[in-house]
């Protein structure tokens, strides 16, 4: 689609958003609209369409800054709730990820494996308002004499508190099954033997990198959806690897793009984030996130009304395979099949279970929809785009241990 019969700008979407003019649709809709209308005609008509997706993100954390002591302290180490936090930043700044589990979670010493809180929890419980513990140690300088501090707080107390999420909205990722003759616990949750049930964690057809599969409209600066409130894109996601495999619709067969995102914390609303046990794995959070797409012309309606089985996804074994980086896959499945509950791997039929909420994925969609509607959210023009080809060399390492 070299030259193009419709074309738009960001700034005149924002006009008509500003005028109560502009036509907002989520990805779901979008799917109608182009085939009653087709290509052009939908790209004439709708102006932007908003994506969600919810579901675990295990590279997220919080930034917090809890103001200065007296007399003053240089943490160099910091837990919150029991969960231990990265203090060597400076004084009193601290990054808490949603993996850092507690320490001596009493689970975990009756059910090895096993934690019932970690950093993603605090992260929640932060953003909900809830009182947390917050200690700090520190080495004493002639500057920073103090040693040890301890408080009570809540999010308002806090200086600044800023969930800076280093890998989240994943494009495309693996289904997961386990080939093995005993039960695996992983990330991509508990996987039964000869390959008993798949698991599977994406939004399919809403999710944002889905409906921009080559990063033409989303870049650093990109407003979004973030837990409830506005936020932003700042770089792209670490193992960011646009070079993946893609289908026809150029959609990538396993995981490839990914976002670096940040916002507020305290307007954030918990019910787009959610602190999650992952039995025999650790700790994670549930983020919410939902990116507007603007309709600049027939190419981005194209992308835009990409449909659940028009996108494949590769079945790797968890059991045996992913741990040891072996690159065998079973195969090619799609978000239809997946959706309905059953895929089939060789002659088997196996029940697949999602790690991702789409509910709630529909619900951050109409959300973000409504806020654009009501003129309160208007669409930002990225600095620079996410890269559409980049430089991946695998780690060498000499020694290792299981």
């Not at 002639?142 to 989240?168: F, G, H, Q, V, W």
């Not at 012309?297 to 741990?323: H, L, R, V, W």
């Amino acid at each position: 689609m070299s030259e193009f019969k419709v074309n738009k700008t960001v700034d005149e979407i924002n006009e008509k958003i500003k005028n109560g003019e502009a036509v907002v649709v989520n990805a779901e809709e979008m799917i109608d609209i182009v085939e009653k209308k087709g290509i052009v005609d939908a790209a004439r008509t709708v102006d932007v369409v908003t994506t969600g997706t919810f579901g675990t993100m295990c590279s997220s954390g919080a930034v917090i800054n809890f103001g200065h002591t007296k007399p003053k302290i240089k943490a160099a180490k910091v837990w919150l709730n029991d969960v231990e936090a990265y203090g060597a930043v400076a004084a009193v700044d601290a990054y808490i990820g949603a993996t850092s589990v507690k320490k001596d979670d009493p689970l975990n010493a009756v059910h090895p494996g096993r934690f019932s809180y970690g950093g993603g929890h605090v992260i929640e419980d932060l953003i909900a308002g809830k009182k947390i513990n917050l200690a700090a140690e520190g080495y004493g300088t002639d500057c920073y004499p103090s040693k040890y501090i301890e408080m009570e707080m809540t999010i308002n107390d806090l200086k600044e508190a800023t969930l800076m999420n280093l890998r989240n909205s994943y494009q495309n990722y693996s289904v997961a099954i386990n080939t093995t003759d005993k039960t695996v616990y992983t990330y991509m949750g508990t996987l039964k033997p000869r390959m008993a049930n798949a698991t599977y964690s994406s939004a399919g057809q809403l999710s944002p990198l889905m409906n921009d599969p080559f990063y033409l409209t989303i870049g650093i600066g990109s407003r979004i959806f973030l837990a409830g409130t506005e936020g932003y894109v700042v770089y792209h996601g670490t193992q960011h690897n646009p070079n993946e495999e893609r289908n026809k619709r150029g959609v990538p067969k396993t995981g490839a793009g990914a976002l670096s995102v940040m916002g507020d914390m305290k307007s954030m609303k918990d019910k787009y984030i959610k602190g999650a046990s992952i039995l025999g794995y650790g700790v994670s959070l549930s983020v919410g996130v939902g990116v507007p797409i603007p309709i600049l012309n027939e190419e981005m309606a194209f992308f835009t009304s990409i449909k659940d089985e028009e996108i494949d996804a590769y079945i790797y074994d968890y059991g045996y395979d992913y741990p040891r980086k072996i690159d065998n896959n079973y195969g090619l499945t799609n978000y239809k099949d997946l959706r309905s509950g059953e895929i089939t791997v060789g002659a088997k039929k196996i029940p697949a279970t999602p790690l991702s909420s789409y509910y709630m994925a529909v619900d951050i969609a109409e959300v973000l929809k409504q806020w654009i509607m009501d003129k309160r959210f208007y669409i930002t023009q990225p600095t620079q785009l996410l890269p559409q080809s980049k430089d991946y060399k695998p780690m060498k390492y000499t020694k290792y241990c299981l």
